[in-house]
Structure formats: structure tokens, C-alpha cells
């Protein structure tokens, strides 16, 4: 019989074993979510502390606690001298507040927003209808801005999402020229603040739903950018402020093409001659080469009409929208500089 290479395991033996770790996920991500809202990674932040005291001080009862942390262990969560102490391992840490590149509030937002409505992905598969429309009676974005406080979490969690990615994203791009750079549907403000922060003789304008400025304004006044970034609330698809550089930090993905058309005829119509469009989005490769926007994609397939695109869709869409691609500049991350130019 053959075995797999170096494990001594019969294939489909591996094979079996894969699935079910696969099938399994949703109890993983239900342990990090708990890990998350208990804060338990940033009250580990000193160090190891028996269970017993790190249960009292998050709320849980310890034999629960003992086991979830027996569970996530092997995954490299947590490690402990013996069953009773506890402390991160670096990749558990990633979930501490104190971490410049925490991912607590993404745990927090998917398991709130996402979790639950991917439970409706077969019927999308049969409708077309997004899971989330399906299960929360409307689109997502509209359900966001009206759920008590889950706008101000999603503006957390996507500055999270690149905040450990940003430096080296950032690292040796500079935009196009223009003395006034808006971010449309700029969310909390982190990633205009990260664009001008070396340029101090551009201004910039933060545009993006009334609820989500309202964030934005603290954000920018922690970053000390109030002086240079105003706030416009607004909607894109229906008018944009006049500006010589339009960024678009993972918008498009979130919208099917007739949307994305839309809301670059919005910039066009705001827009003079020769004003700059960049796109900051990941691209999808051919073939079954691993990146994370297939894995990305799922997550569009379930929460709202859009997909993660090839260069080949995007180049399609500047076009259809009259506007012309220039070049397309690759990151160290998922993520490229899309850049065009109003005609």
C-alpha cells in the first residue's frame, strides 16, 4: 500500500483526517471567537497565569476554560507548563488589544456578522441571493449602519485587517500626483492617514456613510490628522467630492460589476480631466495557485454581491466605466495599487 511521503499514514487515511479538521472549522472559529470577547490573549499579555485566576479575572468557569484551552493548544494558541498555567504563543497573541496587529476585532465582527448567515450559503448557491440577505431579511451594508454599534466594530476590524499588513503594503508606494487625495469609503480614516503621513503638502477628504464618519472623526483626531483629512458623509453611488486623487482600499470587491461601474461614474462626474483612481484591492491568479482572494471570494459569495476580480476584470470594468488603466503595482501582501486616469 502506498503511504503518504515521510508519515508513515496511508493516503486516504490523510486524506480523512484533512476533511474532518476542514468540516470542523466552524468549532474552531467559535473557540477563537470566545477567546476574543473573553479578552483572555491581553490579559495573558504579562504572562502565564493559572487557569483558575485567568478565569476569575475573564468571566469564565474555569473547567471550560481549561478545556478550550486544551483544545486550541495543539493549534499554537496557547501553551502551558502543565494543565493548569497558561500563555500565549505568538500566533495567540495576534488576538491581544495591545498588539499593534491585533485581529481581536475581526474575530469579534465575522463571528457577529458572518457566522451565522453563512448558514444560508447552499440556498445562495441555488439563488444567487447572497447568504447574508437571505438570512438577515436585507443587504448586509443596510443591516450594518442600523445594528447598534456594529458599524464603529466594522471600522475596527477592516483597520485591523491591514493594520498588520500596512507598513510593508505602504512601504515603497507613493500615489499618483495631486495636491487633494479622497478615500472613498475611507472607514476609519487609518489608511488615508497612512497614504499622507509622509506627504505633508497634500490634503485629504475621508468619504463614506454618515455612521461610518462619525468614526472616522475620533480616529483621525487619535492620529492627530484632523488639521489635514476633512470628513464628508455620503453615499457613492450617488456623488463623491471633487478631488485630483480617488483611493479605494477593498471597496470593489465588496460590489458586482454594474455597482463598481457606478461608483466610478460618480468619481468621473466629480472629477477633472486627468484626475487619478486607485484601486487598492487583491488579484485573484490563475489556476489553483494558494492566495488569499479565493479564499476571500467565499467570503463575498456569502456576504454581499461582489467578488474578488483578476487584472484582466478589473481592466474591464475602467473601461466600461470610460475610464483608462495605467499600471498596476504589486505589493509584498495580497494586495496591488491599481492605478488609472480619468480621459
Known sequence: MNETAGTGVPPESSSVATMIQLLAGFQISQALYVVAELDIATHLDDGPRTIDDLAATCGARPEVLRRLVRSLAPLGIFRGSDEDTVETTPLGAILSTQRPDSLRDIALYWMKTHYLPFGELLNTARTGTPASQLYLGQPFFDWVVAAPGMAELQSRAMA????????RMFENYHLPAGDIVADIGGADGTILARLLRSEPA??????????????ARKKLTELGMTDRIDTVPGDFFESVPSADVYVLAAIMHDWDD?????????IKSAAAPGARVVLIEGL???GDEPHATKLIDLTMLGMNTGKERSATEFAELFAAAGITLDRIVP???QYSFIEAHIP
Open 258 to 266: 454594474a455597482s463598481c461601474i457606478r461608483i466610478l461614474h460618480s
Open 284 to 286: 485573484v491568479p490563475p
Open 160 to 167: 485591523g485587517l491591514t493594520g498588520g499588513l500596512r507598513d
Open 331 to 333: 505589493t509584498p501582501e
Open 202 to 215: 497634500r490634503r485629504g477628504i475621508l468619504f463614506d456613510l454618515p455612521e461610518i464618519v462619525e468614526t
